[in-house]
């Protein structure tokens, strides 16, 4: 039986990617950060599901659970490694805080590459093990490509992510280990509807309060209407045993959307972004 391991699989993406996979007959290591999520989910999985308690900023936590996996596979090489948990920050760029932007990348762009650098032996790049390589698949974010109003942070570290799995993959390839982007628009999970929970009262005395409230509406609304999580649960199933996957997979709600922010000119974009949210000229 194949076995791969997916970060953040308490909600969401994780969780979708981890019920395909082992509807398909893979079993799946899933990350999550306290004991409870881990019973929870692994009631609703199955057998076929082993929780791994890690935050993906704790590398002596990630080390752990990359040992525990090793002794799981007994000399087996490991079919897949899904980097998915992270969070969004938000907030205007120039009233934010630093630490703020910090957590942001380390989260989801710190937390990606340890996790790849713990597992990545298991994957192939350690020569005793046998079975064919596996397969890195980062969960991206239209954000890899577009930086929105207000979601900076996210935007940079999805960029950066981006750009770092490019340098990987093409390291990985003497040990035949891939590394496949998936850049989703809007799914339909929790992340999105924290939007609610978005505290915008801290920047009420700047220019943006408006526009911050025009935000928060889009981004409910966004979640409402995105893609469901099970697309992307059956996406990343395709890309971990597709002959020839692609390197980088976009999926959004709105194909119109993504093909005017691909290829209108960047200005006409700026206006379209400012005429929704409010951001007029002061």
Same mark, same amino acid.
């Not at 980097?83 to 009233?95: C, E, F, K, Q, W």
């Not at 006409?268 to 007029?280: K, P, Q, W, Y």
């Given at each position: 039986?194949?076995? *791969? *391991?997916?970060?953040?699989?308490?909600?969401?993406?994780?969780?979708?990617?981890?019920?395909?996979?082992? &509807?398909?007959?893979?079993?799946?290591?899933?990350? *999550? &950060?306290?004991?409870?999520?881990?019973?929870?989910?692994?009631?609703?999985?199955?057998?076929?599901?082993?929780?791994?308690?890690?935050?993906?900023?704790?590398? %002596?936590?990630?080390? /752990?659970?990359?040992?525990?996996?090793?002794?799981?596979?007994?000399?087996?090489?490991?079919?897949?490694?899904?980097?998915?948990?992270?969070?969004?920050?938000?907030?205007?760029?120039?009233?934010? +805080?630093?630490?703020?932007?910090?957590? @942001?990348?380390?989260?989801?762009?710190?937390?990606?590459?340890?996790?790849? @650098?713990?597992?990545?032996?298991?994957? #192939?790049?350690?020569?005793?093990?046998?079975?064919?390589?596996?397969?890195?698949?980062?969960?991206?974010?239209?954000?890899?490509?577009? #930086? @929105?109003?207000?979601?900076? +942070?996210?935007?940079?570290?999805?960029?950066?992510?981006?750009?770092?799995?490019?340098?990987?993959?093409?390291?990985?390839?003497?040990?035949?280990?891939?590394?496949?982007?998936?850049?989703?628009?809007?799914?339909?999970? +929790?992340?999105?509807?924290?939007?609610?929970?978005?505290?915008?009262?801290?920047?009420?005395?700047?220019?943006?309060?408006?526009?911050?409230?025009?935000?928060?509406?889009?981004?409910?609304?966004?979640? %409402?209407?995105?893609?469901?999580?099970?697309?992307?649960?059956?996406?990343?199933?395709? *890309?971990?045993?597709?002959?020839?996957?692609?390197?980088?997979? /976009?999926?959004?709600?709105?194909?119109?959307?993504?093909?005017?922010?691909?290829?209108?000119?960047? &200005?006409?974009?700026?206006?379209?972004?400012?005429?929704?949210?409010?951001?007029?000229?002061?």
């Amino acid at each position: 039986m194949k076995s *791969v *391991v997916i970060t953040g699989v308490s909600t969401g993406i994780g969780h979708a990617a981890a019920e395909t996979l082992i &509807r398909n007959g893979v079993h799946v290591f899933g990350s *999550v &950060r306290k004991k409870a999520d881990a019973d929870r989910v692994k009631n609703e999985l199955g057998p076929f599901f082993t929780p791994l308690i890690f935050d993906v900023t704790d590398e %002596a936590a990630i080390r /752990r659970a990359a040992d525990e996996v090793r002794k799981e596979l007994n000399g087996q090489k490991l079919a897949g490694l899904v980097n998915n948990a992270g969070i969004a920050v938000a907030g205007p760029l120039l009233h934010m +805080p630093p630490d703020e932007l910090r957590h @942001q990348m380390e989260v989801n762009l710190i937390g990606p590459m340890m996790v790849s @650098q713990a597992f990545g032996p298991l994957l #192939g790049a350690d020569p005793s093990l046998k079975g064919p390589p596996g397969r890195i698949v980062m969960i991206s974010s239209v954000a890899g490509e577009n #930086g @929105q109003p207000f979601m900076g +942070p996210y935007a940079a570290s999805k960029h950066a992510l981006e750009g770092l799995s490019e340098s990987l993959r093409r390291e990985l390839i003497p040990f035949g280990i891939d590394v496949i982007v998936i850049g989703p628009g809007a799914v339909k999970t +929790p992340i999105w509807d924290k939007a609610n929970d978005l505290d915008i009262s801290r920047y009420a005395n700047t220019p943006y309060a408006k526009a911050l409230g025009n935000l928060k509406s889009y981004m409910l609304k966004a979640g %409402a209407n995105g893609v469901a999580a099970s697309r992307l649960g059956d996406l990343i199933h395709h *890309v971990l045993t597709a002959d020839k996957p692609k390197t980088r997979y /976009r999926i959004v709600p709105s194909a119109l959307e993504s093909f005017m922010l691909r290829t209108l000119p960047k &200005r006409t974009v700026d206006r379209l972004i400012a005429r929704r949210l409010g951001l007029s000229k002061i």
